[in-house]
């Protein structure tokens, strides 16, 4: 996320719940990274003490909490991590999101505001899916993936924070070309996906909740640490 802001995703290991951690009044800071000292990484198992939920559809999945609350327990090793993948995926996007996953223009996905029960997901690719970089209208390059369900082919934003520079805004050209060469010869790939917040592409468009793809998870490296 632009302005020094993340995101950040996990699942709940006692109900298989999708969690998104949030902060009660402003987004997340970058310094609550592990590079930073902070508690999130890839693949670490965290307590967010206690955390409250405020679900407002499609993200069900919110829950508010206090960082002074959150304690590190330890890093998951790479087949636990994996093996919870392989265990919550799915094989098409309408079976994470709903019929409420529509077409918004070509290859571009997304649902109504306020409509759907769910706003994160993994998905099991039909095919490798293709990484590359774009370029906005605004001239600025953009991290994106042409992906395939056997139902629904989207062409989708991707937030993955390691295919970016230490800005965490700057897409970096390098590490794309690495992570698409490893989809192309990985014998498996699943990949976190959800809805953004509002957004619309210009001023005399709807605001829509536009389908993202999140994080990149290989089978030969199920953890890829930011570093």
């Keep these: 996320m632009h302005g ?4 950040v995703a996990g699942v709940d290991l006692e109900t298989r719940r999708h969690v998104r951690p949030m902060l009660a009044a402003e987004m997340l800071p ?4 592990a590079r930073y000292d902070g508690p999130f990484e890839m693949s670490w198992v965290v307590d967010l003490g206690r955390p409250r939920p405020v679900p407002e559809a499609p993200h069900v999945e919110d829950y508010v909490f206090v960082p002074s609350q959150v304690k590190v327990d330890r890093p998951a090793a790479a087949h636990e991590f994996w093996g919870m993948l392989e265990e919550l995926q799915q094989p098409s996007l309408r ?4 019929v409420e996953l529509h077409e918004a223009g070509r290859n571009r996905y ?5 409509r759907g029960t769910a706003s994160l997901g993994f998905l099991r690719p ?3 899916p293709d990484l590359y970089i774009a370029q906005k209208r605004n001239g600025k390059p953009q991290v994106r993936m042409r992906l395939r369900d056997g139902e629904i082919e989207a062409d989708a934003g991707v937030t993955d924070l390691r295919l970016y520079g230490d800005d965490h805004a700057t897409a970096d050209a390098a590490r794309v070309r690495a992570v698409a060469r490893g989809i192309e010869q990985s014998r498996g ?3 976190g996906v959800g809805l953004t917040r509002k957004f619309r592409t210009c001023d ?3 605001y829509l909740h536009w389908l993202q793809v999140n994080n990149i998870h290989l089978l030969e ?4 640490p930011l570093g």
């Design 4 to 7: 020094g802001h993340i995101c």
């Design 30 to 33: 970058f310094y609550l990274l």
């Design 95 to 98: 079976k994470i999101f709903g």
């Design 110 to 114: 997304g649902t109504e505001l306020g």
């Design 126 to 128: 039909a095919t490798p």
């Design 189 to 191: 790939v699943i990949l």
């Design 204 to 206: 005399d468009a709807p």
């Design 221 to 224: 490296t199920p953890i890829w």
